[in-house]
């Protein structure tokens, strides 16, 4: 039986420590679901097809990755794609302590689905997507930081003040 995974997030927008995670967990899983939140009760930068627009221009050439969005429960989206493991990345002890939580609930909610921890590389440990668009907002510099795609799309948004 494959082996297919789902990597949740709001990716708003996708950063390289996301990207990092995506290639490494692709690695591991025959199947990789890359899965967008939404979450009407965030305000986002980006819509929900605008993410998933600049995902799939930032992965490329990863044939068992796959994109999706989802509302609701986690479990409840693994419970329909009978998904055997949730991924999830870990920048530093302060995330441990919160995914640590939601994977615990995840477990006593739907026992089906493993949560599996990605370090990130330490060259995006201290990387967020807020703290991406909080630069850029001030007209920070963030190449390198997020995909070329991304940061074109975040440039236009910001030009046009949204």
């Not at 709001?10 to 490494?24: A, E, L, Q, Y």
């Not at 967990?25 to 600049?54: G, Q």
């Amino acid at each position: 039986m494959a082996k297919i995974a789902v990597y949740p997030g709001s990716f708003d927008p996708i950063t390289n420590g996301h990207i990092d995670v995506i290639k490494r967990a692709s690695k591991v899983f025959d199947h990789l679901i890359v899965a967008v939140l939404v979450n009407d009760s965030k305000k986002s930068m980006f819509t929900l097809d605008e993410r998933l627009d600049i995902l799939k221009h930032s992965i490329e050439n990863l044939d068992n990755v796959s994109f999706d969005s989802f509302s609701g429960l986690l479990v409840d989206y693994c419970k329909e794609k009978q998904l055997s493991a949730i991924v999830r990345g870990l920048r530093a002890i302060s995330d441990f302590e919160f995914e640590l939580q939601m994977a615990q609930m995840n477990r006593q909610l739907y026992d089906e689905t493993e949560t599996v921890f990605f370090t990130t590389s330490e060259q995006y440990s201290y990387l967020s997507s807020s703290l991406v668009k909080e630069v850029a907002k001030f007209g920070g510099k963030i190449d390198g930081l997020i995909p070329d795609y991304a940061i074109m799309k975040m440039k236009q948004k910001l030009s046009r003040g949204e």
